[in-house]
């Protein structure tokens, strides 16, 4: 049972990215999905997660450039980033909550967790 998330690297600002997290174990059907970051000497901070009926939320920091999805027939969830800056650079990471409705945008609710995937946004 693991969340695995992919996608990472590095980009200019302004540029695109597009991170996968992929769950192996276990189906994502039921969960909501959350997508997290952590730059260094900060806290984890949550930027969007989308319920187990689709509905989305974005922290105000990501709104407007990063549209979160999920596709259940893959066991998995997206997060699409547009218009990077520096200030997204950070270790971003997958999670699932298994309340699945409502999205709560805090880690204390997301019970499985990926690694992590390194996003950095220099020119």
Do not use: H
Not at 46 to 58: F, L, V
């Amino acid at each position: 049972v693991q969340l695995q998330a992919s996608g990472g690297g590095l980009v200019q600002p302004g540029g695109s990215l597009r991170l996968s997290c992929t769950a192996s174990g276990f189906s994502v059907n039921k969960y909501a999905f959350g997508w997290f970051r952590q730059a260094p000497g900060k806290e984890r901070e949550g930027i969007s997660c989308i319920t187990s009926d689709g509905n989305e939320e974005y922290a105000d920091s990501v709104k407007g450039r990063f549209t979160i999805s999920r596709d259940n027939s893959m066991n998995s969830g997206y997060l699409q980033m547009n218009s990077l800056k520096p200030e997204d650079t950070a270790v971003y990471y997958c999670a699932t909550d298994p309340s699945g409705i409502p999205c709560r945008l805090r880690a204390a609710y997301f019970t499985r967790w990926g690694p992590g995937t390194l996003v950095t946004v220099s020119s």
